[in-house]
């Protein structure tokens, strides 16, 4: 018997016939050491990664997952310490031309200034009215950051959650034309899949809004509203005319999920530090080190838009244009190199980017 | 065949001959429908709360479980969205005569006027030092909150961890001489046993700090870090003089998580709804509230200490004395009632309070 097992050698079959004594409580002559044997060769065949090129991206990714669930292996991590942190914009979906959320908050203002006329006379709320493009991309993030309070806070967070549900059906990316939702990186839901079928605790930890991206998280990604960390203003507890008790989204930032907030969010709301850390710009860096502090084995990994043709192309790492939307910059680019954090090339690990492709 | 069961008539029995054939995947005669009849039989026999008297309360549980986990009922809830959560102090353990965190402050001033001599002659910490019991009782709340800041933050985790470890392993409860990890109520300990058995995710939510009931939940409740909602401040990442990066206790409180910040607490953290919430005193009394508006099956339950003998006793409610810790008005035990809350009996609802009795 070829323990190694060959995935192009003859595939072992039981004969139909035992299998359906198997299933019938029937006579049965297999043994159990023969099933298991069956069951791993089964597993050995099957590509956890099928989206990804082999390289030392999903090489890395592999390691990692035998490396910390094989029983016996020094770098072996109990199931429940078993935690995998994600950026979102850029590192799970698209981040370009401009964050969904921002995108939303813009589609909101029509409505916002429905409903408080003075608003329309009023900077920047004049400027996303005038329809604009140009004018609105060039207001600066001060100035955006008004329309996020005024579009983002002050309503009950079941009246928030019903208008995010409703603009992320009916929105469409203007390149694709699909909704943002469809937008994901098959390549990193692979990723996802093949952490959590192993153990581990698959989190969102992004500088988005939290209650935003819990909206869509649990049906995009699987990844339920508990383990989504974002950028997070309070709620005030309040009651209804009928004496019913609901929550108003409060402005005052709790927590600001970037940089340095994001080990100080993961330690509010997890409690635990990760083996496994995912991102794509600078607002990652602290997030991967802080990962990585820790004992054992631990992965960082940092997507890289370096494929114009099929999604963006930007950085300024490796020549690449600079954005200010989810930069990687060259001296992020050489501190992975030197840290032994793995840079994931869009163009080259991923054989896909997208489901739909 | 008595479809309800009869748990005093004669238990079905299989021939051991035909269960040995079972196990070995020998010959059966016997049918899954047997089969299964058999299972749902000795799980019917099998008391999930055995510590409780039978009475409106333990019924309460039991069915709530029953209608909220049975395929088919109308009360159904899916797994994904079974949220179950728990006041920790008074209702998981003791807390009486004095909050454990407040006791683990009070430990540590020696050591932190030891390290900061300056202190020894400031208020409150002169009179923690001068050892006078009365004097330090009759600190204010405002006073107290001096000696918390001190305790529990400027520190780094990490080392905040190892204190509050060390403490929980050393010190004793004065009246049962016991660690006060040990002063747990059994028939809550099985509450939170049968939920999780049926799928529920049992969250602490707590007024007491989030870091500090982390560093045992695990080990005393089986409630990992991410399920402890708590009355938290921040941190602050920082890098030590390795370049190693490491989080800073924080002094500014972002979540009070008493009275109306247990909801909002709980949005913050798990962001869904619970249906099932157990508390013991006022400060619950938000958290409570938010559950049952929700709609479906919800069970809230407060428990009431009456028991003076075996624990304690103090109210106001039903005439017994008034308490600064844990308070339990009138007003809220009329309250429960009118809500069709249900109030637990120490006295009467549990036949036995502690695991070493």
Redesign the interface.
Known sequence: MNEAGDPKGSPVFLPETNMNRVAH????RLSLAALLFVAGHALAQTDPLPSWNDGAAKKAIIDFVQATTTHGNAKFVPP?ERVATFDQDGTLWVEHPMYSQILYCLDRVPALVKAKPELAKVEPFKTVMSGDREAIAKLPFKEIEKILVATLTGMP?DDFNAEARKWLAEARDPRWKRPYTELTYLPMQEVLKYLRGNGY?TYIVTGGG??FV?VYA?QTYGI???Q?VGS?A????GYDKNG????TKDPKL??NNND??K??GI??????RPYAAFGNSGGDQ?ML??TT?GDGARLAMLVLHDDAKREYAYGPAKGMRDTKVGAFSQKLYDEATKKGWTVISMKDDWQKIFAFE
């Open positions: 409580f029937g006579v049965v429940a967070v605790k939290q209650d819990r649990e339920p509203p508990e989504v997070a309070g709620t005030k507890y019913r008790p609901f929550l709790l927590l340095a907030g080990p100080e330690h509010l709301m997890i409690g635990r602290q080190e802080y502090a």
